[in-house]
């Protein structure tokens, strides 16, 4: 909302509000549906919930004000400078490390994958050429299982199945996520360039030559984590002062 205040009181420069497909809910495996600009929103969890208000705030924006503002949703990115605690960059460090490959439930959680530089190319055409007030889909027509993931970067470093290890699954976690990205083709004319088959390597590639930068950020992110305890552990005692606002 900040961002579109400040448009509108700025010569309602034009914006691209980057969401997310989560906010269309799940998808059953192996149904043939895939999420288009007309689906309906029914987040799962809070992240895409808070999405999809953003989303709703960007339309009443533009109908209320005229901020030209578009929304995106698109589907996982990968590639280079990705966040480390990511599925795919998270398992090419445990590969690395020759660590066992934590998996959530069955593994059969599905996502649609985009190589980042073509998630960029599309924001790009969007500001440049997308119309404000509509929404675009961005995906690589790319599905694969989160086991699927794991079995290719374990056999791109010559590691054996049985260091995939399933762990009990995450709350709220959608079943499979696809994209029907047909709209910003045939009015813009973006299409995924990479495919996932040469990207991957890539993307496994640059993380192997850039392992200063994941010690980098797990080390930015263990100091952020301590600081933050170091403050709750100070604010609590003044917190629990009250009788009335003690907790079991």
């Not at 503002?69 to 990115?77: E, F, G, L, T, W």
């Not at 690395?96 to 190589?115: A, C, H, M, S, T």
Request: charged share 20%.
């Amino acid at each position: 909302q900040t961002l579109l205040d400040a448009a509108r009181r700025h010569n309602l420069f034009k914006m691209v509000n980057i969401s997310t497909d989560e906010v269309y809910g799940s998808l059953k495996l192996g149904e043939p549906r895939l999420f288009t600009e007309a689906t309906a929103f029914e987040p799962n969890v809070p992240y895409a919930a808070a999405k999809a208000g953003g989303d709703l705030l960007c339309r009443a924006y533009y109908n209320t004000f005229g901020v030209p503002v578009i929304v995106s949703h698109c589907s996982n990115n990968y590639g280079p400078y990705q966040f480390p605690e990511k599925l795919i960059p998270f398992l090419i460090t445990k590969a690395i490390n020759k660590e066992p490959f934590p998996i959530y439930g069955d593994g059969q959680n599905v996502r649609d994958w985009l190589y980042v530089l073509d998630h960029v190319k599309a924001i790009d055409l969007m500001l440049h050429k997308g119309v404000p007030g509509e929404v675009y889909n961005i995906g690589g027509n790319n599905e694969k299982s989160n086991l699927e993931i794991a079995k290719l970067i374990l056999s791109y470093f010559g590691l054996p199945e049985s260091m995939i290890k399933f762990v009990p699954d995450r709350p709220g976690h959608d079943r499979r996520y696809a994209i029907d990205a047909t709209k910003i083709t045939q009015d813009l004319g973006w299409y995924p360039e990479h495919q996932f088959e040469q990207a991957l390597p890539k993307t496994i590639e640059w993380y192997l030559q850039n392992q200063e930068w994941i010690k980098n950020i797990h080390t930015k992110n263990a100091n952020i984590n301590e600081h933050i305890k170091m403050e709750q552990a100070q604010t609590a005692p003044l917190q629990n002062t009250n009788p009335k606002l003690a907790t079991n």
